[in-house]
């Protein structure tokens, strides 16, 4: 009994933790924009959003029961099951994190979820009918919708503020992109903080503490929405800055209908108990948004970068939740092997980021990686001259003047007549 209520006091620990990350590897789906338009300082907007985050935690568990009750077999999950797959969860947010790529932390939690599951009790404890209609049809068409109402609301947007003062209509919308963002924060709040709510609930249920089919206690809803909101504050600022400034530049009127798009989105998925990216929804609406504007730009390098890693995350965070599951079922010596690797993973992690430190201070600091082609252009043009480059003028110097050769004429014979 011991070894059972340690097991399961680690697995509660670790989902935490993995909330935690979720939190700061989520910051950006609320307030990159706000904070690259200058609407909200940066720890304004943090504070903002971890304090509205803690208050979405409560207002819905459909997500939790979803992932709880839907998606696996409880029958054939054990605690270490859910240890190994918050193991594959936790370190492919840290890894994403570290590049400043928004990746999605549900769906990491998902793909180390189904990894360590397929890994303990076979294929068959996977509900592939869950997995399709609530988890990667919502993964497709939620950047698409999320994009496409961006795009609108961003010309519309533009079509109101046409003949009104400029400045007068760009502060109207930083106002209008706070309370956007706001929502922003409340939505992800009822749909992330619940897949941590859903895991720890799945544990419990696993290890016997509550029956099958139960809600998720009152202490788990409050420990998850207090670990998302810790993580929010904290400011995943390497996300922030790619998804605020590295897809696309911009404006009030922009950064108010990308939230307010992604919004919608998110919170319409919450209600129907989908288990949403978050990411996905926000990065489309970004992206969306760049596309609404008249000469606006989306940087598809950073943008192709962002698709590969979402194609990466289910089965990257499956197949190492698999490898951890298959180390853990070696016994508690196992375990304790996969929880001092998941230690060490992210403390080297994080020794990582701290040569290029991004915070609040240079987080709008952005430089665009060239691509093959523009760095192959780069390596063949010869550099300008330095008289172009730099408006100089380049004086020609006058040739050399040979002296006259000097003739020393006899004294007898006298000089010749000037002409």
């Keep these: 009994m011991e070894s059972f209520s340690l097991i399961l006091a680690i697995v509660v620990i670790t989902a935490l933790a993995f909330d935690f990350t ?39 568990v459909e997500v939790a029961n979803t992932i709880s009750k839907g998606l696996v077999d409880e029958s054939g999950i054990r605690p270490e099951v859910i240890f190994a797959a918050l193991v594959g969860a936790i370190l492919w947010n840290l890894v994403t994190w570290l590049v400043g ?72 919308f930083r106002v209008g992109q706070i309370a956007s963002a706001g929502l922003v924060s409340l939505a992800h709040g009822t749909n992330d903080a619940q897949k941590t709510m859903g895991i720890i609930t799945l544990a419990l249920i696993a290890g016997g503490s509550i029956a099958p089919d139960s809600d998720p206690p009152t202490w788990v809803i409050l420990s998850a929405g207090l670990a998302i909101a810790m993580g929010t504050y904290i400011g995943g600022w390497r996300i922030i800055r ?9 404006r009030p009127q922009q950064g108010f209908a990308a939230q307010t ?58 197949l190492v939740g698999a490898l951890a599951e298959s180390v853990t079922d070696l016994g508690d010596w196992g375990t304790a092997l996969v929880a001092v690797f998941l230690i060490a993973s992210s403390t080297a992690i994080w020794l990582l980021s701290r040569r290029q430190v991004v915070d609040a201070s240079n987080v709008n600091e952005f430089e665009e990686p060239a691509g093959v082609v523009t760095a192959a252009i780069a390596a063949v043009t010869p550099p300008p001259s330095v008289a172009l480059s730099e408006g100089l003028t380049a004086t020609i110097p006058s040739p050399p003047v040979t002296p006259a050769p000097v003739v020393k004429s006899d004294p007898a014979t006298p000089p010749a007549a000037a002409v």
């Design 242 to 250: 790619t998804m605020g400034k590295g897809l696309t530049d911009l």
């Design 22 to 60: 979720n939190g700061f590897h989520d910051t950006a789906n609320a307030m990159a924009t706000t904070i690259s338009t200058g609407a909200l300082k940066p720890k304004v907007a943090v504070a903002m959003s971890a304090t509205l985050n803690l208050v979405g935690a409560f207002l819905s």
């Design 261 to 318: 798009s992604a919004a919608a989105v998110i919170l319409a998925s919450s209600h129907i108990g989908f288990s949403l990216s978050t990411t996905h929804a926000v990065s489309g609406s970004v992206m969306g948004a760049g596309l609404g504007r008249k000469g606006g730009v989306v940087r598809w390098s950073t943008a192709t970068r962002m698709f590969v890693a979402w194609g990466l995350t289910l089965p990257a965070a499956a």
């Design 101 to 172: 790529l928004p990746s999605s932390s549900s769906h990491a939690l998902m793909g180390g979820l189904i990894g360590a599951t397929i890994a303990s009790a076979g294929t068959g404890a996977v509900h592939g009918d869950v997995l399709v209609t609530k988890v990667l049809l919502p993964a497709v068409a939620a950047p698409i919708v999320a994009g496409v109402a961006a795009m609108l609301a961003t010309r519309f947007s533009y079509a109101l503020s046409r003949n009104s003062d400029g400045k007068a209509a760009d502060k109207g």
